[in-house]
């Protein structure tokens, strides 16, 4: 049989058969002996050991084609990062930091503003703007009265979805909107610190409809990159591939040179100011992280 493991706990994997069955399995000693740990999305074989009791064995895992660390997950067609419109304001540092992790290990992304209701359309369009003109697909949603949910569930169908973002601002919500039985258990705003209580424990995959899942990720507050040179960062900012040709130095980093068609770019609109700054960022700090 083959299937893929949905949730990793305490040495069991629960394997979803892509029906309606999911078998308790154990992985055999062979994977300790290899140094392969079982990730919650790997598509596996197994045996079944009691049809009744629905637990199995797992005899061998299929090839990965991506794994995450930060989550812990394997075989994802694509991350949809969900960020609050506001409540919490959307802190776009860290948004740009899944962005560009996504982007390093070639996963689509799909950006996700909620609570739409909560913002002026002004701030939404903000938003939006800032994200399609560097090439990205924006949804804007309201899960509390389903507003553009329907468009959410197209794009997940016949793919693993992982869903990352902050805690709070309605990741888990929406997972319930799309899969009621994922009932997850939706936490509420802090109000003192605005950020969202830890709501999501594990790496767990939901079963939708035939070949298609979704993950709701725990909530991160901040992200690290790392495992990567700083000169390469520039390659996971999509929309600044069209003025490198206009840098007057070959390996233009577009930070202290003068003559910059990046830099250019942004002073002249075409490139988000607060996408620049965040580049910059976390140049310096991959730059400084590589000294030390």
Do not use: W
């Amino acid at each position: 049989m083959t299937g893929k493991i949905i949730k990793g706990i305490a040495g069991f994997y629960y394997v979803h058969d892509g029906v309606s069955n999911v078998y308790e399995c154990k992985a055999k000693g062979i994977f300790r002996n290899k140094k392969i740990k079982p990730l919650v999305g790997d598509n596996v074989e197994f045996d079944i050991l009691d049809e009744q009791e629905q637990t199995g064995n797992i005899v061998d895992i299929l090839k990965r084609d991506n794994e995450l660390i930060r989550p812990a997950v394997a075989n994802i067609d694509q991350a949809m990062i969900v960020f609050a419109v506001t409540d919490p304001e959307p802190n776009l540092n860290l948004l740009d930091r899944f962005l560009i992790t996504m982007e390093a290990q070639d996963i689509p992304v799909v950006i996700c503003f909620n609570k739409k209701d909560l913002a002026t359309e002004e701030e939404a369009k903000k938003l939006i703007s800032i994200y399609e003109s560097a090439g990205y697909e924006v949804h804007l949603t309201n899960a509390k009265s389903g507003e553009g949910i329907e468009e959410i569930r197209d794009l997940l169908r016949g793919k693993t979805t992982a869903f990352a973002g902050p805690s709070g601002v309605g990741k888990s919500s929406i997972t319930n909107e799309i899969q009621p039985e994922a009932a997850m258990e939706t936490g509420t705003i802090s109000e003192k610190i605005k950020r969202g209580k830890h709501t999501t424990r594990h790496s767990e995959l939901f079963f939708v409809e035939a070949d298609t899942f979704v993950m709701d990720t725990p909530g991160f507050s901040s992200m690290f990159v790392e495992n990567m040179k700083p000169e390469e960062l520039q390659n996971f900012f999509p929309e600044f591939d069209e003025f490198i040709p206009d840098c007057r130095f070959l390996g233009c980093v577009h930070v202290g040179e003068r003559e910059c068609g990046v830099k250019d770019a942004v002073k002249e609109g075409k490139i988000s100011a607060s996408r620049y700054e965040n580049y910059r960022l976390v140049y310096e700090e991959l730059k400084n992280k590589r000294r030390y």
